[in-house]
T-cell receptor
Framework: EPEVTQTPSHQVTQMGQEVILRCVPI?????FYWYRQILGQKVEFLVS????????KSEIFDDQFSVERPDGSNFTLKIRSTKLEDSAMYFC?????????????FGPGTRLTVL | DAKTTQPNSMESNEEEPVHLPCNHS???????IHWYRQLPSQGPEYVIH???SNVNNRMASLAIAEDRKSSTLILHRATLRDAAVYYC?????????????FGKGTKLSVKP
């Protein structure tokens, strides 16, 4: 069964450093998302991406964040200058089909630890 | 997005049915009702969704009240693997790209 994959599974970085989290969505999907979950808290929407551009973003997704689909398979989230409060699990998701009510498939997540 | 209310936690015995309630009194006519779950240390996983009619799939059933102000996710025979946080989410396809706004969900514990 096709699945969303994410690398690395765990990333440790120093405050102020740049990190890139990588995701490979399901191959024929068109819509891509990033969510994050701070430990013990709820899952929060960050950004949605369609047709090579951002569709929507939350207040969390400020200028320090960017997303890119550099080739036909990868979908990346970059944090330019990490802060302690960026420590969280980051989940990538993808959705096939045009209907927004179609299910989203989530990856296993990348645990980001900022020291 | 309209707000949902779920109990913080529920307990079930293995192999018994589980009914997980969700209130969404401010639901609009075009909001779909989605259920996702998150097993420990994993990403969220789609369970089921519906608009007005009750829905069944291999994982669960979704019973939607006639006025659509509440719904119930039904696991017909709980297994230990069903222990997870279950999220009831409203989504208006016309108003977004399907972004999911998660609440705190219901933490389901399953006892052997």
């Amino acid at each position: 069964e096709p699945e969303v994959t994410q690398t690395p599974s765990h990333q440790v970085t120093q405050m102020g450093q740049e990190v890139i989290l990588r995701c490979v969505p399901i191959s024929n999907h068109l819509y891509f998302y990033w969510y994050r979950q701070i430990l013990g808290q709820k899952v929060e929407f960050l950004v949605s991406f369609y047709n090579n551009e951002i569709s929507e973003k939350s207040e969390i997704f400020d200028d320090q964040f960017s997303v890119e689909r550099p080739d036909g398979s990868n979908f990346t989230l970059k944090i330019r200058s990490t802060k302690l409060e960026d420590s969280a699990m980051y989940f990538c998701a993808s959705r096939g089909g045009l209907a927004a009510y179609n299910e989203q498939f989530f990856g296993p997540g990348t645990r980001l630890t900022v020291l | 997005d309209a707000k949902t209310t779920q109990p913080n936690s529920m307990e079930s015995n293995e192999e018994e049915p589980v009914h997980l309630p969700c209130n969404h009194s401010t639901i609009s006519g075009t909001d779909y009702i989605h259920w996702y779950r998150q097993l420990p240390s994993q990403g969220p996983e789609y369970v089921i969704h519906g608009l007005t009619s009750n829905v069944n799939n291999r994982m669960a059933s979704l019973a939607i009240a006639e006025d659509r102000k509440s719904s119930t996710l039904i696991l017909h025979r709980a297994t230990l693997r069903d222990a997870a946080v279950y999220y009831c989410i409203l989504n208006n396809p016309g108003g977004s790209q399907g972004n999911l706004i998660f609440g705190k969900g219901t933490k389901l514990s399953v006892k052997p």
